[in-house]
């Protein structure tokens, strides 16, 4: 999730697009819900150029996944299943439903969930974990020091965040790819694990 721009407030939009791959093209339904801001077209194209070589085969996890897109973008680009946790009712809902309309209920699994609080139940590992919580909600410090466990070795950590105050990182957080667009950080992250 990102703050809204003084332009996005004025638009709410009513679907988001999956940009490449089985499903490109396809538009997926926005539920009308306060403070959801769905990943716009042109930070997903950077995310997904960045993870371009490593898609392919991934076990995915979209935590705080609002509409999906992000988790929904990596299947349709071949990531062999992704988990999308969120919480809200409508929110679920509407995932469960647009799993539904594209046939991928036997790759995408919606959970109804506390993002934080499943962590300490999901099944790890993953390969790749998107990491949008709500900033207002400031859990950056308790979802940074749980990921590590929920990452398989050599998997990536895409987190994105207010520009205006990052987080700061753990020591064993290493940046892969850092960009500002907006008022948006993008980071791509991996994590050295301990033996």
């Not at 950077?46 to 897109?69: C, E, H, K, M, S």
């Not at 992000?70 to 988990?83: D, I």
């Not at 105050?165 to 907006?182: E, H, N, S, T, W």
Request: net charge positive.
């Amino acid at each position: 999730m990102r703050p809204r721009t003084q332009k996005q407030s004025r638009r709410q939009p009513g679907s988001v697009r999956i940009i490449a791959g089985e499903w490109r093209g396809r538009r997926l339904p926005v539920a009308d819900i306060p403070g959801l801001r769905p990943t716009g077209d042109r930070v997903r194209e950077t995310l997904f150029n960045w993870l371009q070589p490593r898609i392919a085969g991934a076990r995915v996890l979209d935590l705080f996944a609002g509409t999906g897109v992000l988790g929904l973008e990596a299947v349709s680009r071949g990531a062999r299943e992704a988990v999308l946790v969120e919480q809200d009712r409508q929110a679920v809902a509407n995932l469960r439903s647009t799993v539904e309309m594209l046939g991928a209920a036997d790759r995408v699994e919606v959970i109804r969930a506390d993002g934080l609080g499943w962590l300490g139940t999901g099944p790890p590992p993953f390969d790749l974990i998107f990491l949008d919580p709500p900033f207002e909600a400031d859990l950056w410090n308790a979802l940074l020091e749980k990921i590590p466990a929920y990452l398989s070795a050599g998997g990536q950590v895409y987190l994105e965040n207010p520009a205006s105050v990052p987080p700061a990182l753990p020591d064993r957080y290493q940046i892969d790819r850092d960009k500002i667009m907006g008022e948006v950080q993008l980071r791509l992250l991996t994590v050295a694990h301990c033996s």
